[in-house]
């Protein structure tokens, strides 16, 4: 039998971003761009005590390069699904603060089914007011690219990311050599980020031609 938790999900989430194209796997909703990059979001339980039910509602870009990058500079697993860990930016999707709430923004929360259907319809007022169409647009990688040169004040949300020449080097990578890849190095080098350096010509000398 389906939880109290798990129902609100299916009634919020399946129908809106399945028209989309996201596919579900357990909590999370996967919509994978044609190079295998990914936007997730996930729907995390919280434990409290009593009837209330408390969740994290999180979003993240995970682009396939990070399975190479990880791989080579973490050991991990290459041949993995993408999960939210690999994320290249992440963000959640705020609560509106409640007047009675004691819990930060983020977390949503909902009491029965006459609140769980206000609480429902938050989230969809707040996906569907062009932030859906705005994190969708990131599997294009020269929006995701921009998105990080502009900075985090020109953000619809509380981005978390690879900020810098490090993020374009994971962006611009896959694309091959090119002279904007080429000062992208050039100058992580000079901020002498070895680790993003070395992964990089290592990865260029294991898809030259």
């Given amino acids: 039998m389906a939880s109290e938790l798990d129902t609100f999900i299916n009634k919020t989430f399946t129908d809106m971003l399945g028209r989309r194209g996201f596919k579900k796997s357990g909590r999370t909703y996967r919509l994978t761009s044609p190079t295998g990059d990914q936007i997730q979001f996930n729907i995390r339980p919280e434990a409290r005590q009593g009837p209330m039910q408390y969740f994290v509602l999180t979003v993240a870009v995970t682009p396939i390069?990070?399975?190479d990058y990880y791989h080579h500079t973490l050991g991990l697993a290459l041949n993995r699904q993408l999960g939210l860990s690999?994320?290249?930016v992440t963000s959640h999707i705020a609560s509106p603060q409640k007047r009675h709430s004691t819990y930060?923004?983020?977390y949503w929360s909902f009491e029965g089914e006459v609140e769980s259907v206000e609480v429902s319809n938050l989230i969809r007022e707040r996906l569907?007011?062009?932030l859906l169409d705005n994190?969708?647009?990131l599997l294009d990688r020269r929006a995701l690219l921009s998105l990080i040169r502009e900075g985090p004040?020109?953000?619809l949300l509380p981005w978390?990311?690879?900020e810098g020449v490090k993020g374009e080097i994971l962006i611009l990578i896959q694309g091959g050599p090119s002279l904007e890849l080429n000062k992208a190095i050039r100058q992580a080098e000079a901020e002498g980020d070895e680790k993003i350096v070395?992964?990089?010509k290592s990865y260029l000398d294991r898809h030259s031609d």
Avoid: E, K
């Fill in 153 to 155: 004040d020109t953000w």
């Fill in 160 to 162: 978390i990311g690879y």
């Fill in 135 to 137: 994190i969708t647009s």
């Fill in 86 to 88: 690999d994320w290249f």
């Fill in 198 to 200: 070395d992964w990089a």
């Fill in 128 to 130: 569907c007011a062009g």
């Fill in 65 to 67: 390069i990070m399975l």
């Fill in 104 to 106: 930060v923004p983020m």
